[in-house]
């Protein structure tokens, strides 16, 4: 399936996007946005280049606050491949949440956890994936009816 030139371009890949007219500080956050569309379209590959693409500008500005984001949907997408690279996948969540952590980023912490105790619950490791996710969750107090926070407390109760 191919991406319509006009989302494309919105999004910041085309043309009109960031790199044009000074707007550098919004292309990580735009290629990401991107990467994890192309990938809800199958394209994997394309939006694992473009989450590489992240990665370097991320380290070449100095910006640090899409780098766990852009690690997370790295292993979603290896996850998500016609054969599964799961201990790349893993490696990319540890690297997520290790970067999350560092920041004290608990919103990009959570997600990070939420993809790598999806993984475990998959391999079995239920225990392992319920005592990643739950000190997390339980760090929150509010905004509980917010996607992340329910999606999470649903996969709490799935790993119980």
């Known amino acids: ?81 016609a054969v599964p690279a799961m201990a790349q996948a893993e490696a990319c969540f540890q690297q997520a949440l290790t970067v999350a952590r560092r920041q004290q980023a608990k919103s990009y912490e959570l997600c990070a956890a939420m993809s790598l105790a999806r993984l475990w619950q998959q391999q079995r490791k239920r225990r392992e994936a319920y005592d990643l996710l739950a000190p997390v969750y339980h760090w929150f107090t509010e905004g509980f009816d917010t996607a992340d926070l329910q999606e999470a407390k649903a996969l709490l109760e799935a790993l119980a």
């Open 1 to 81: 399936m191919t991406i319509p030139w006009h989302v494309l371009a919105r999004l910041g890949a085309g043309p009109a996007g960031p790199a044009r007219g000074g707007q550098r500080l919004t292309q990580p956050l735009c290629l990401i946005l991107l990467a994890e569309a192309v990938g809800h379209t199958g394209q994997v590959e394309e939006g694992l280049r473009l989450l590489a693409e992240v990665l370097t500008l991320c380290a070449a500005s100095g910006r640090a606050d899409m780098p766990a984001e852009a690690s997370r949907l790295q292993g979603e997408l290896l996850w998500r491949q």
